[in-house]
């Protein structure tokens, strides 16, 4: 979405990713699924968010290796909380090898299993309004219906934060009808649309649309 070589000078002049971070990544991009990664500077972003939110307590749907969880979990305080939702145990055990090195294993509490009966359940447990922000990155299709449990999660001027909402540029693309495309294009159009949240779409990485709840 940037001119690499914009992108490496904006890098060099404004990450500050940890020698943990910057090694998950690495060991990540050698990985067939790379691209189920967030960038570095959405990452940032996503963090300074939560810090100037004062969050303290929300979750996470889409873990994969963990780099997100690094960022989401170093901007939290000592005693803050991520609920990491993910359905792949394998993939995740390196995510806990590296909270663990990054000495903010006590802050993720990792649930293994579909993401919306997760969200559900805590809703069920009586935390709606609880938490302080969700972020997404996980299967398209369930952008909405995560977003949805968000809302009742997440109290009033907390965040929902959802990467690849540009979806590699696919989603000018008319001639595009994939599954994945169109449900991009109708979680985009549905958080627009939606009075309940303040909002922007940030063209950064693969677009991170930031919505706060009203």
């Given at each position: 979405?940037?001119?690499?070589?914009?992108?490496?000078?904006?890098?060099?002049?404004?990450?500050?990713e940890t020698e943990v971070m910057a090694a998950n990544r690495r060991t990540t991009a050698r990985e067939a699924d790379a691209n189920l990664q967030i960038d570095p500077e959405q990452g940032q972003l996503i963090g300074l968010l939560l810090r100037l939110a004062g969050a303290r307590r929300g979750i996470e749907v889409g873990v994969y290796a963990?780099?997100?969880?690094?960022?989401?979990?170093?901007?939290?305080?000592?005693?803050?909380?991520?609920?990491?939702?993910?359905?792949?145990?394998?993939?995740?055990?390196?995510?806990?090898?590296?909270?663990?090195?990054?000495?903010?294993?006590?802050?993720?509490?990792?649930?293994?299993?579909?993401?919306?009966?997760?969200?559900?359940?805590?809703?069920?447990?009586?935390?709606?309004?609880?938490?302080?922000?969700?972020?997404?990155?996980?299967?398209?299709?369930?952008?909405?219906?995560?977003?949805?449990?968000?809302?009742?999660?997440?109290?009033?001027?907390?965040?929902?934060?959802?990467?690849?909402?540009?979806?590699?540029?696919?989603?000018?693309?008319?001639?595009?009808?994939?599954?994945?495309?169109?449900?991009?294009?109708?979680?985009?159009?549905?958080?627009?649309?939606?009075?309940?949240?303040?909002?922007?779409?940030?063209?950064?990485?693969?677009?991170?649309?930031?919505?706060?709840?009203?």
């Amino acid at each position: 979405m940037i001119d690499p070589e914009l992108l490496g000078y904006l890098r060099d002049v404004s990450l500050r990713e940890t020698e943990v971070m910057a090694a998950n990544r690495r060991t990540t991009a050698r990985e067939a699924d790379a691209n189920l990664q967030i960038d570095p500077e959405q990452g940032q972003l996503i963090g300074l968010l939560l810090r100037l939110a004062g969050a303290r307590r929300g979750i996470e749907v889409g873990v994969y290796a963990g780099y997100s969880s690094l960022w989401i979990a170093h901007s939290l305080p000592a005693s803050g909380h991520l609920l990491a939702c993910d359905t792949d145990a394998e993939i995740t055990e390196r995510a806990q090898r590296d909270w663990a090195t990054a000495g903010v294993a006590d802050r993720i509490e990792l649930r293994i299993g579909p993401a919306l009966a997760t969200l559900d359940a805590e809703i069920a447990a009586g935390m709606a309004g609880a938490y302080d922000f969700m972020f997404i990155d996980a299967d398209k299709a369930g952008y909405i219906d995560y977003y949805e449990r968000g809302l009742a999660l997440v109290a009033a001027g907390g965040l929902i934060i959802a990467d690849n909402t540009l979806w590699h540029g696919r989603v000018i693309d008319m001639a595009d009808e994939s599954t994945d495309t169109q449900a991009i294009r109708a979680f985009n159009q549905h958080v627009h649309a939606d009075e309940r949240v303040d909002m922007s779409l940030v063209p950064i990485g693969d677009g991170l649309s930031v919505a706060r709840k009203r």
